[in-house]
């Protein structure tokens, strides 16, 4: 069973940086969809981005020419470059894998993006 740990979330300035890391443990990642998903405080869970085993990726409209979703297939990662980032950003950021239809979440990575 795959297990997911995510990383580098944390408290930014409007208009900055982060790159989020989620690493998987097991062998097989390289061929699942995998991406990411957040939840603010009193909202569902969102959708954010995705990128299947090709490369193709998909986007949220409200993330769409500010975040880049990318995959290590050699080192079972899968990051979110997220730039020009805004206070609405912020969330708990969850990465998933998807396993035929099976989706299986990593524990979360708090970003806030405060002035």
């Known amino acids: 069973q795959q297990q997911l740990v995510e990383s580098g979330g944390g408290l930014v300035q409007p208009g900055g940086s982060l790159r989020l890391s989620c690493a998987a443990s097991?062998?097989?990642?390289?061929?699942?969809?995998v991406g990411w998903y957040r939840q603010a405080p009193g909202n569902q869970r969102k959708f954010v981005a995705r990128i299947i085993n090709g490369g193709n990726t998909l986007y949220a409209d409200s993330v769409k020419g500010r975040f880049t979703i990318s995959r290590d297939n050699a080192k079972n990662t899968v990051y979110l470059q997220m730039n020009r980032l805004k206070p609405e950003d912020t969330a708990v950021y969850y990465c998933?894998?998807?396993?035929?239809?099976?989706?299986?979440w990593g524990q979360g990575t708090q970003v806030t993006v405060s002035s």
């Open positions: 998933y894998v998807d396993i035929s239809g099976t989706m299986t």
């Open positions: 097991g062998s097989i990642f390289s061929i699942y969809t």
